[in-house]
């Protein structure tokens, strides 16, 4: 397929400058390939941060939203919606929850959740609902989910917050308890499973478990955010699977339609049928192309074990990279679940991400100091052999400079 691609040749361009871009320009991909405007090849260990799911052009999401797109793209949430309902279905049986909400976006989805908590409280006579959320934790960029962000950068100069969030550290239950005995308006606990933005952070399964017995007794919703760590990338369906808990609220975006804007807020367990009309909405959300795209993704990952694979090819990366960066100074630690994978160092490395590109590799840096991989989860095992082999040595020669 060769693209054609006239590059407009302007440094500057008209879009807001809320990123700060590399400078390349994709045009088409393939599987874990994508390819620049010059036709340059790359391994995609990022999938556009945990969202191509299935990698580039899989033939049957491409058929599926060609076929889609030649019946119907958008109808409303006036009417039912076959392939919302469908999609419902299915990631209820996959979850364990019972209903869901859908949105287009992380944020959205989180944005859902944090109202529900609220509506949650209001209903059980808490007048001012407040929901704890941990340091480090990333759920959006809109204002409650800025809110509810553990990162004061990007929160500076947005202020006043919304109100009606209580921060602990992530990992410490001890906290969580501290706050339940003072503060008579928690009605919710927020957390990622693995922290994605934050830098990979996961804690020892029994605190997952320790805050859902925590939200049982007192009646709290614990709601986890799974945008990213959702959707099959860490070998599970869900994170709070890999944890061993069933949440209350559980969010999704990123992988779900394996690179179409969908978000969903799913609820079950004492957040079932919080709802009613008009509580809720949005003009978009759940159409039949997005829906479309999002059943396919799973029925896709069913079909081809992506599950079995994202846990494999996963484990496999990390065992590589343990063995090239073994003894080398400045690794701090190489860490995740499936396909979410970080390697932190001792020193600020975002100067990776160029680099990497430069050697025809998309990685992340995120946090300052871990190197960050979300590769698609269709990454073979001959994928992961030529990431370490091409990432470790840009690790080495970055350490040792
Ligand atoms: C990316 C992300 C979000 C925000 O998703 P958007 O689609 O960018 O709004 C929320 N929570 C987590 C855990 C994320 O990784």
Redesign the pocket.
């Known amino acids: 397929m060769a693209a054609v691609f006239v590059f407009w040749g302007c440094l500057m361009s008209h879009v807001m400058n809320t990123y700060a871009r590399l400078p390349v320009t994709f045009s088409h991909g393939q599987g874990s390939r994508i390819f620049d405007c010059e036709g340059r090849e790359y391994l995609d260990a990022l999938s556009g941060?945990?969202v191509s799911t299935l990698g580039h052009a899989h033939p049957k999401l491409v058929a599926a939203i060609a076929a889609q797109a030649g019946r119907m793209l958008h109808t409303s949430n006036l009417y039912r919606i076959r392939e919302q309902e469908l999609l419902a279905d299915k990631l209820c049986e996959l979850s364990g929850m019972q209903e869901v909400f859908f949105g287009n976006?992380?944020?959205?989805?989180?944005e859902a959740a944090i109202k529900l908590a609220r509506f949650y409280g209001h209903k059980k006579g808490v007048e001012l609902p407040t929901v704890i959320v941990m340091e480090k934790a990333?759920?959006?960029?809109?204002m409650a989910?800025l809110s509810a962000t553990g990162n004061r950068k990007a929160q500076a100069g947005f202020e006043p917050l919304v109100s009606g969030f209580v921060r602990v550290p992530y990992g410490d239950l001890d906290a969580i308890k501290a706050v339940a005995e003072h503060n008579k308006n928690i009605v919710a606990v927020m957390l990622?499973i693995i922290?994605?933005?934050g830098g990979i952070h996961l804690v020892d399964s029994s605190f997952y478990r320790g805050v859902r017995e925590i939200c049982d007794s007192h009646e709290w919703l614990m709601i986890c955010?799974?945008?990213?760590?959702g959707m099959g990338r860490t070998g599970k369906w869900f994170g709070f699977q890999q944890a061993g808990v069933v949440p209350d609220v559980a969010?999704l975006?990123?992988g779900l339609g394996s690179g179409v804007p969908i978000?969903a807020c799913m609820a079950g367990g004492r957040a079932t049928g919080l709802f009613g009309p008009g509580n809720h909405g949005s003009t978009f959300g759940g159409n039949p192309l997005v829906s479309t795209a999002a059943l396919t993704t799973i029925q896709v990952i069913e079909e081809e074990g992506l599950l079995d694979n994202a846990a494999r090819v996963g484990a496999l990366i990390r065992q590589l990279f343990g063995e090239a960066l073994a003894g080398v100074k400045g690794v701090v630690e190489i860490r995740g679940h499936g396909l979410m994978i970080g390697i932190e160092l001792d020193r600020p490395c975002g100067e990776l991400v160029g680099k990497g590109l430069a050697a025809g590799l998309l990685i992340n840096v995120t946090a300052d100091t871990v190197v960050r991989f979300l590769p698609p989860l269709i990454f073979s095992e001959s994928d992961a052999r030529e990431l370490v082999e091409r990432v470790a040595p840009l690790i080495k020669e970055f350490l040792a400079a």
């Open positions: 941060i945990a976006s992380g944020a959205e989805a989180n990333f759920h959006g960029r809109t989910t990622e922290q994605g933005e955010d799974e945008v990213q760590c969010t975006a990123k978000g």
